[in-house]
T-cell receptor, first 112, second 116 residues
Framework: AQSVSQHNHHVILSEAASLELGCNYS??????LFWYVQYPGQHLQLLLK??????LVKGIKGFEAEFIKSKFSFNLRKPSVQWSDTAEYFC??????????FGQGTTLQVKP | DSGVTQTPKHLITATGQRVTLRCSPR?????VYWYQQSLDQGLQFLIQ???????AKGNILERFSAQQFPDLHSELNLSSLELGDSALYFC???????????????FGPGTRLLVL
């Protein structure tokens, strides 16, 4: 079955700490992977995406993610978080006709 | 601003009622997707349209239906509403057919539905 699993449901960090959010997917086809962010009260915004090529992808606001095919993983990282990064983060895989399968989401709280 | 618009932003209604949610995709995008976000189910794919035709269905209830019009805007109709239908409903759009295409979905601001 197609699925996405995010390991951390709620993460609390202090400003300047490093961030890594785990994401594992289960899908047998060609993999297109995404990380979206949802700031409080706002809609989903694309952080970064992986289609093919370099498995290390860079996104907006200093985020990056690494696709590791052998581990079926697409973990999100940021070297130094800011208070403004407080949000909910969703990992997603594009399957079949183009629909997205989302993980459960990870709520990140950054303390100033 | 993603370029995807949704109306209304908020909707409060009673059980048993019917509502219509509207979505306008980004200019030039042919595919529209509907998702439901709730606390217990998370983000779930409901249905996809491509250039007026239904392309894929997810866990969409029979009480729910959608369509995409010639001008490419889409409407999601929810009928015989139940308390459990309270959720945030997102629309997303992408350029093409989705399958085997390296394309990104851009999301609208959502419609928050509260069924009392």
């Amino acid at each position: 079955a197609q699925s996405v699993s995010q390991h951390n449901h709620h993460v609390i960090l202090s400003e300047a700490a490093s961030l890594e959010l785990g994401c594992n997917y289960s899908y047998g086809g060609t993999v297109n992977l995404f990380w979206y962010v949802q700031y409080p009260g706002q809609h989903l915004q694309l952080l970064l995406k992986y289609f093919s090529g370099d498995p290390l992808v860079k996104g907006i606001k200093g985020f990056e993610a690494e696709f590791i095919k052998s581990k079926f993983s697409f973990n999100l990282r940021k070297p130094s978080v800011q208070w403004s990064d407080t949000a909910e983060y969703f990992c997603a895989v594009k399957v079949d006709t183009g629909k997205l399968i989302f993980g459960q989401g990870t709520t990140l709280q950054v303390k100033p | 601003d993603s370029g995807v618009t949704q109306t209304p932003k908020h909707l409060i209604t009673a059980t048993g009622q019917r509502v219509t949610l509207r979505c306008s995709p980004r200019s030039g995008d042919l595919s529209v997707y509907w998702y439901q976000q709730s606390l217990d189910q998370g983000l779930q794919f409901l249905i996809q349209y491509y250039n007026g035709e239904e392309r894929a269905k997810g866990n969409i209830l029979e009480r729910f239906s959608a369509q995409q019009f010639p001008d490419l805007h889409s409407e999601l109709n929810l009928s015989s509403l139940e308390l459990g239908d309270s959720a945030l409903y997102f629309c997303a759009s992408s350029a093409g057919r989705g399958r085997n295409f390296q394309e990104t979905q851009y999301f609208g601001p959502g419609t928050r539905l509260l069924v009392l």
